[in-house]
């Protein structure tokens, strides 16, 4: 199992401990590769009144590429509905920081030409970014995802 497989299982049980009243299913990777048959993210999450659909990402160094972000397109379609939190947990495990990005700030990123997400703009307030917080575990970090819930209500 890869570091992000292991990262997804991590955020599963996470998410179990710091929001236990909520749903999350984890959609099946699709492996047919045929066109079409992709997954709009790895994890659909409800908690009333907010669904969440999540990506998940591990990625080492500075930069998270879009190149390695193919389900950008599926995501950006469901942003205009009226309580769906569409949207990428990036792990920047070279910086121990776990992060969600809406898929707006990637929308607004392509707009600006830009090729990545920068670790920079965890900081700067030009670009939608939650920090989740987060402890180191030898390797992973465990996330309180209790955070993004409370940041919708806000």
């Known amino acids: 199992m890869d570091l992000g497989k292991k990262f997804e299982a991590h955020l599963r049980e996470n998410w179990k401990n710091s929001v236990p009243d909520s749903f999350l299913y984890r959609l099946n990777d699709q492996m047919s590769g045929y066109q079409g048959s992709s997954n709009i993210s790895d994890f659909i999450g409800f908690k009333a009144p907010n669904l969440f659909l999540i990506e998940c990402k591990a990625h080492a160094g500075n930069t998270f590429p ?7 397109e599926g995501l950006v379609k ?4 009226a309580g769906v939190r569409a949207g990428v947990v990036l792990w920047l495990y070279d910086h121990d920081i776990v992060c969600w990005i809406p898929i ?16 920079k703009m965890v900081s700067d307030d030009n670009y939608e ?14 996330t309180d995802y209790s955070a993004l819930i409370k940041y919708y209500e806000e």
Do not use: A, G, H
């Open 66 to 72: 879009f190149s390695d972000f193919r389900q950008y």
């Open 78 to 81: 469901w942003k205009d509905i």
């Open 104 to 119: 707006t700030t990637f929308e607004q990123l392509k707009q600006e030409n830009k090729k990545s997400f920068n670790v």
């Open 129 to 142: 970014c939650l920090v989740l917080p987060s402890v180191k575990k030898r390797t992973f970090m465990d």
